[in-house]
């Protein structure tokens, strides 16, 4: 046994030692460390697991040289080589300590490592450590991925941000990727050498705001804007250094205000035509009644040819066409106020399918309901609302065909305070070049005679005085799903002043 003397000389011997001495348990947590080790780590690490002071990592390594020790009762080895000193051997040597009592076979309960270099530059070891600490300090707090391998594609730095943006370990990148595992093929790591060793792409060595795609550890891939360049020792390459910078984020805000901004662009369109159309829905009403009238009296006061009262029947019915387009057009500009009151969107649902479903065109439509029953009173023009929903679930019965099923579908977003509706069908679907005018004035796919192209028109118009949103989209299996929501809490006016009419509360 040492005296107190002997142990207080070792102790400061060890505190003394300019490498890194800590004592592990063989759950993985630091029981002691010398003082330089305490220093080095500038935090206090005693407590904590080795793992992650260490190696800056969520679980034990898969290979972990402790747990080596600990199983053979034998010490253990691991070397390796730092990109900042290549010709530095840095070696870690794990043993287990002997037990307290001296008796042999008994379990470990501690490992002590040490960690050894030679360096071939004495005098630069304390300064290489300042800066290597700064170095890698800096490196793992930078918001990009910072990704460096050496020429073999062994990956060495592999920071947090890469951690986030890959979904793998820092273990997993230091210890198990290539540099090619990280793109979705192989030869795009070997392009982006092309185009680092050529002089077109910011010069020889470096390679400016690049996009490429990264692939996840879930085989997802996360679209990346890369600046890397190569690291030279002299005029030789030592390896490449990469910048990842994540644009999912900025992909999905750009797509977000590119949506807005056509909303906005719809609005005005709605805006400009709602004050157009009724001017001339007024001036067109007054001769289009004449017509409609004169016709019905020729027909009734005069004997004539059977062939002239099929000419003047085509009169009478091509002159009710318009007037029935001319009617839309008043209901589409029209500048009456909105009657607001809280309503049971549900029930509108159920009534509006009561007036439809005995109808021919809906015999061989099966007709799904699924109503959210916590669904609270909506604030609305039940009226105009049960217009929406009255030309939504018309234009699906005819996209069927008449066969086929209907879906409709309420649910609450409490979070949101919304409510939504969804109407779907299992149609044919909106071919990819109608989706973006599906909602534009006077555009429609009917046939001639069978539409105005102003239903929906006038829907976007209803939803969007109800201060919602009106969406479209096909389904994966077929068919089209338009979405609706409305909000819980109406503002108390209308927020818009587009001509097409303003909003005002009524409590019920």
């Known amino acids: 046994m040492h005296t107190d003397a002997e142990k207080e000389y070792l102790i400061r011997a060890i505190d003394g030692f300019q490498r890194k001495i800590i004592v592990v348990s063989p759950d993985h947590v630091i029981l002691a460390a010398n003082e330089f080790t305490k220093h080095r780590f500038n935090r206090d690490i005693i407590g904590r697991s080795c793992h992650e002071v260490l190696w800056n990592c969520d679980s034990p390594c898969e290979e972990c040289p402790m747990e080596k020790s600990v199983q053979n009762h034998a010490p253990t080895v691991i070397q390796k080589s730092s990109f900042l000193a290549q010709e530095k051997n840095y070696c870690n040597y794990f043993y287990p300590l002997p037990p307290a009592d001296g008796s042999k076979g008994a379990p470990v309960d501690a490992i002590a490592m040490l960690d050894f270099d030679v360096p071939l530059v004495e005098g630069l070891e304390e300064k290489l450590q ?173 004997d004539l040819e059977e062939a002239i009262q099929e000419d003047l029947s085509r009169i009478l019915k091509d002159a009710q066409r318009c007037r029935d387009t001319v009617k839309e057009l008043l209901e589409f500009a029209r500048q009456t106020r909105y009657q607001i009151k809280p309503h049971d969107i549900n029930t509108a649902l159920a009534r509006t399918l009561f007036l439809l479903d005995k109808q021919t065109l809906f015999h061989n439509i099966e007709i799904h309901r699924d109503f959210d029953d916590s669904l609270p009173l909506v604030p ?101 799903v338009f979405t609706i929501e409305l909000p819980l809490d109406m503002p108390e006016t209308s927020a818009q002043d587009n001509g097409t009419g303003t909003a005002r509360h009524e409590s019920q």
């Open 130 to 302: 300042r800066s290597n600490a700064f170095l890698k300090n800096l490196i793992l707090s930078s918001v990009d991925g910072v990704i460096a391998a050496d020429r073999q594609g062994k990956i060495f730095i592999f920071n947090d941000a890469a951690v986030e943006i890959t979904g793998y370990s820092m273990y997993e990148g230091l210890h198990k990727l290539m540099i090619h595992d990280i793109y979705p093929q192989d030869d795009i790591a070997y392009d982006i050498m092309k185009k680092l060793r050529s002089k077109a792409f910011g010069g020889k060595g470096k390679l400016k705001l690049y996009q490429v795609d990264l692939q996840h550890k879930d085989g997802s891939t996360v679209p990346i804007r890369l600046n890397a360049s190569i690291v030279y020792d002299g005029r030789e390459e030592v390896a490449t250094i990469g910048f990842f910078h994540d644009l999912r984020e900025e992909i999905e805000m750009k797509e977000q205000l590119e949506k807005t901004r056509l909303q906005l662009l719809q609005a005005d369109k709605m805006a400009s035509l709602g004050k157009l159309s009724a001017g001339v829905a007024h001036q067109l009403n007054n001769p289009l009644g004449s017509i409609t009238l004169f016709t019905k009296l020729v027909l009734e006061d005069y």
């Open 380 to 480: 609305g023009d039940i009226q105009q609302l049960n217009h929406v929903f009255m030309n939504l679930i018309i234009n699906a019965a005819q996209a069927m065909g008449g066969e086929g099923e209907l879906h409709l579908k309420t649910e609450h977003l409490p979070d949101r305070s919304r409510a939504v509706i969804e109407i779907s069908d299992t149609g044919p679907g909106i071919p990819g070049e109608v989706l973006p005018h599906i909602f534009d004035p006077f555009y429609t796919t009917k046939d001639e005679g069978e539409g105005t192209g102003l239903g929906l028109s006038l829907a976007y118009s209803i939803i969007k005085e109800h201060h919602g949103q009106i969406e479209v989209r096909n389904r994966t299996e077929g068919g089209a």
